[in-house]
C-alpha cells in the first residue's frame, strides 16, 4: 500500500487588506464669511484699502448676506444689511467693524489718520504779482493736504488768525504786528480728489501778496511773516489744527521782494515791470 504524504505550499495566496476612507468633514460655512471694502473715493486708486483718512467713507458688503454690523468709532449708515457705508471719525483712530450673519462673525481694523500738512504749488500759467518801482511780489497757488495715500475729500479746511512777525526794514510799519484774521482766515473751504504724489486738492486757490510795502527810503534787509494755524473739520463738527504754514516775504536794500508759502515762491524786483497773476 503506497502512502501519500502531503506536503504544504510554499506559496500562500495573501489575505485582501482593505483600508477605511478617511472620514468626510464638511467645510464650515464660515470660511466663506468676509467682508469687501470699497472706498468711496475713486482716488487714490486701492480702493480695498484700511488706512483712510477722517471722515472718508467705506462701503461694505458681508459675503453670506444680511449681517449685523458695529463700529467700534465712526458711524455706519445702518446696523443690518448685507452692504453698509463706514464714514471714519473726525480724529485719528483705530477702528474695529464686525459684521455677524449665518452664524459667523468677521473682524475689519481700519487705521484713520488726519492730514499731516500742506503743500503748495504756484498756479500753472500764473505769474507774479508786482508794481513797477514800488517794493511788492504776490503770487497764487494751488493747495494739496499731505499724505497721499488716502482721500480727504470728505473734510474743509481752513486758515486761522495769527499776527505778523517783522524784522529789519518792516519794524514799526504797518505791517509790524497786523493780524491775519481780516486777511482771509476764518474760510472754510471743502477738498477735492486725491492728486497722487501731491495729496488732496483743496477746491479754490490761495494768495500771498505783499501789498505795497513803500515804507520810506532808504529800503533794507527785512523780513514779514504770518505762522498760520490750519484747521480741519469734518462735517460741522469740532475743528482741529493739524500744521503751522509760514507765509513770509522778504526785501533787501534794493527793494526787490521775494514771497514763500508752503513751497510756492516768487520774487520780484523793483524795476521789474508792473505785472500781474
Known amino acids: 500500500m503506497t502512502t501519500w504524504k502531503t506536503i504544504a505550499s510554499s506559496t500562500t495566496t495573501p489575505k485582501e487588506v482593505k483600508t477605511r476612507a478617511p472620514a468626510t468633514v464638511a467645510a464650515s460655512p464660515c470660511t466663506a464669511a468676509k467682508v469687501t471694502v470699497e472706498t468711496v473715493a475713486m482716488l487714490p486708486p486701492d480702493r480695498t484699502r484700511t488706512t483712510v483718512g477722517v471722515g472718508e467713507k467705506v462701503k461694505l458688503t458681508y ?43 468677521c473682524t475689519l481694523t481700519f487705521t484713520v489718520i488726519e492730514p499731516t500738512g500742506v503743500r503748495m504749488e504756484r498756479k500753472p500759467g500764473s505769474g507774479i504779482q508786482h508794481t513797477n518801482g514800488i517794493p511788492s511780489v504776490g503770487i497764487k497757488t494751488v493747495i494739496f493736504l499731505e499724505p497721499d495715500t488716502v482721500s480727504f475729500q470728505f473734510i474743509q479746511i481752513s486758515e486761522d488768525d495769527c499776527p505778523g512777525v517783522v524784522t529789519g526794514y518792516f519794524v514799526g510799519t504797518p505791517l509790524d504786528g497786523i493780524r491775519h484774521g481780516s486777511h482771509g482766515a476764518g474760510t472754510w473751504v471743502p477738498v477735492g480728489p486725491t492728486i497722487a504724489g501731491k495729496g488732496s486738492r483743496v477746491v479754490g486757490n490761495d494768495t500771498a501778496q505783499s501789498g505795497h510795502c513803500n515804507f520810506g527810503t532808504p529800503y533794507s534787509n527785512g523780513t514779514f511773516d504770518w505762522a498760520i494755524p490750519w484747521k480741519f473739520r469734518v462735517g460741522g463738527g469740532a475743528d482741529k489744527v493739524f500744521a503751522t504754514v509760514h507765509q513770509r516775504f522778504t526785501i533787501d536794500a534794493a527793494g526787490d521782494m521775494t514771497v514763500s508759502k508752503a513751497g510756492a515762491s516768487g520774487a520780484a524786483g523793483l524795476t521789474d515791470p508792473s505785472s500781474t497773476y
Open 63 to 105: 459675503s453670506l448676506g444680511s449681517a449685523a454690523w458695529t463700529a467700534s468709532k465712526g458711524t455706519l449708515t445702518s446696523a443690518t444689511g448685507q452692504t453698509v457705508t463706514f464714514e471714519a471719525p473726525d480724529q485719528a483712530a483705530t477702528v474695529t467693524i464686525k459684521a455677524t450673519g449665518g452664524g459667523c462673525t
